[in-house]
C-alpha cells in the first residue's frame, strides 16, 4: 500500500511541477538500489512504476487534450521553457552591473505579458509557437556561446543556494532584502554542507535528502532561480543543518 501511495504522490508531483517530480524519481531510485535485487523488492518496483504511470498518463492525457483545444498543440506539461530559457540565457546577462534592472528589462522584452512581446506573440502564431522561437533562438546562442552559457550555469547554481538581495527584490516590495538574502545564504550554503557530510557519514535520511535536493538543483541552473522556484529546497536544507547541532 505505501507504495503504491508513493508512486501516486510522485505522478501528481510530476505533473504539477516535473523538476521536483524528477527529484522525487531519484529518491526512490536511490531507495531501491539501497535495498538490494531480489523478488519482494521487484515486485514493490513494479508496484511503484504502475502506481506512477498509469495516474500520470492520465493526467498527461487530460491535460494535452485541454490544452489542444485551447491551444492548438498538445502540450504535455508546460509551454514556457523556452521563454524562461530565453529570459536566462543571453549576452545582457553577463554584461550588465544591475542585475536586476538586467533582469527585468529582458523580462519586459520578450514576456507576453508586456505589449511589445505580446505583439510579437502573436505574430509568431500563439504561445506555443512563440515560447518555441525563444528556445530555439537561445538554444542557437549557447551553441556559439558554450563558455557564456556555462558562467551563467555556475551563477545560476550558486544563485539557488546562495540568493542575491536583487532577487527578493525583483517582485514585491524589496523590503529586508538583504537580510533575506543573507538567511537564505546561511541556510542554503550550510545546508548543502550538512548534506554532503553526513551523506559521506553514510547518514540514509541526508542520502535520500540530496538525492532530492541535487537533481532539482541541476535541472534548474538552465534558468534565472527566484524564489518562488527554490523555496521548496529550503525547508530540507534548514532541517539538515538543524540536524548537525
Given at each position: 500500500?505505501?507504495?503504491?501511495?508513493?508512486?501516486i504522490?510522485?505522478?501528481?508531483?510530476?505533473?504539477v511541477?516535473?523538476l521536483l517530480?524528477?527529484?522525487?524519481?531519484?529518491?526512490?531510485?536511490?531507495?531501491?538500489?539501497?535495498?538490494g535485487?531480489?523478488?519482494?523488492?521487484a515486485?514493490?518496483?513494479?508496484?511503484?512504476?504502475l502506481?506512477?504511470?498509469?495516474?500520470?498518463?492520465?493526467?498527461?492525457?487530460?491535460?494535452?487534450?485541454?490544452?489542444?483545444?485551447?491551444?492548438?498543440?498538445?502540450?504535455?506539461?508546460?509551454?514556457?521553457a523556452g521563454?524562461?530559457l530565453?529570459?536566462?540565457?543571453?549576452?545582457?546577462?553577463?554584461?550588465?552591473?544591475?542585475?536586476?534592472?538586467?533582469f527585468?528589462?529582458?523580462?519586459?522584452?520578450?514576456?507576453p505579458?508586456?505589449?511589445?512581446?505580446?505583439?510579437?506573440?502573436?505574430?509568431?502564431?500563439?504561445?506555443?509557437?512563440?515560447?518555441?522561437?525563444?528556445?530555439?533562438e537561445?538554444?542557437?546562442?549557447?551553441?556559439?556561446?558554450?563558455?557564456a552559457?556555462?558562467?551563467?550555469?555556475?551563477?545560476?547554481?550558486?544563485?539557488?543556494?546562495?540568493?542575491?538581495?536583487?532577487?527578493f527584490a525583483?517582485?514585491?516590495?524589496?523590503?529586508?532584502?538583504?537580510?533575506?538574502?543573507?538567511?537564505a545564504?546561511?541556510?542554503?550554503?550550510?545546508?548543502l554542507a550538512?548534506?554532503?557530510?553526513?551523506?559521506?557519514?553514510?547518514?540514509?535520511?541526508a542520502?535520500y535528502?540530496?538525492?532530492f535536493?541535487?537533481?532539482?538543483?541541476l535541472?534548474t541552473?538552465?534558468?534565472?532561480p527566484?524564489?518562488r522556484y527554490?523555496?521548496?529546497?529550503?525547508?530540507?536544507?534548514?532541517?539538515?543543518?538543524?540536524?548537525?547541532?
Open positions: 500500500g505505501g507504495v503504491v501511495f508513493v508512486g504522490i510522485s505522478a501528481f508531483t510530476l505533473f511541477n516535473p517530480g524528477v527529484s522525487c524519481l531519484a529518491v526512490v531510485a536511490i531507495l531501491f538500489l539501497s535495498r535485487w531480489n523478488a519482494k523488492n515486485k514493490c518496483a513494479l508496484a511503484f512504476g502506481s506512477w504511470a498509469v495516474p500520470l498518463t492520465f493526467l498527461l492525457g487530460i491535460w494535452a487534450h485541454r490544452n489542444y483545444v485551447e491551444l492548438g498543440s498538445a502540450v504535455l506539461l508546460r509551454s514556457n521563454l524562461e530565453a529570459l536566462a540565457n543571453h549576452q545582457g546577462a553577463l554584461e550588465g552591473n544591475d542585475p536586476s534592472k538586467v527585468l528589462d529582458r523580462l519586459r522584452e520578450i514576456d505579458v508586456y505589449d511589445g512581446a505580446f505583439d510579437a506573440m502573436k505574430a509568431a502564431g500563439g504561445e506555443v509557437q512563440y515560447f518555441h522561437m525563444l528556445g530555439e537561445t538554444k542557437a546562442w549557447i551553441t556559439t556561446h558554450p563558455i552559457f556555462t558562467k551563467l550555469l555556475f551563477r545560476h547554481l550558486r544563485e539557488q543556494f546562495a540568493p542575491e538581495p536583487w532577487q525583483v517582485f514585491g516590495s524589496g523590503k529586508l532584502s538583504g537580510a533575506k538574502s543573507a538567511i545564504s546561511i541556510v542554503g550554503v550550510g545546508g550538512s548534506l554532503l557530510w553526513l551523506s559521506w557519514k553514510r547518514n540514509k535520511p542520502i535528502c540530496l538525492a535536493v541535487v537533481p532539482c538543483a535541472l541552473s538552465p534558468f534565472q527566484v524564489p527554490t523555496y521548496l529546497l529550503y525547508p530540507i536544507l534548514l532541517f539538515s543543518m538543524a540536524s548537525l547541532w
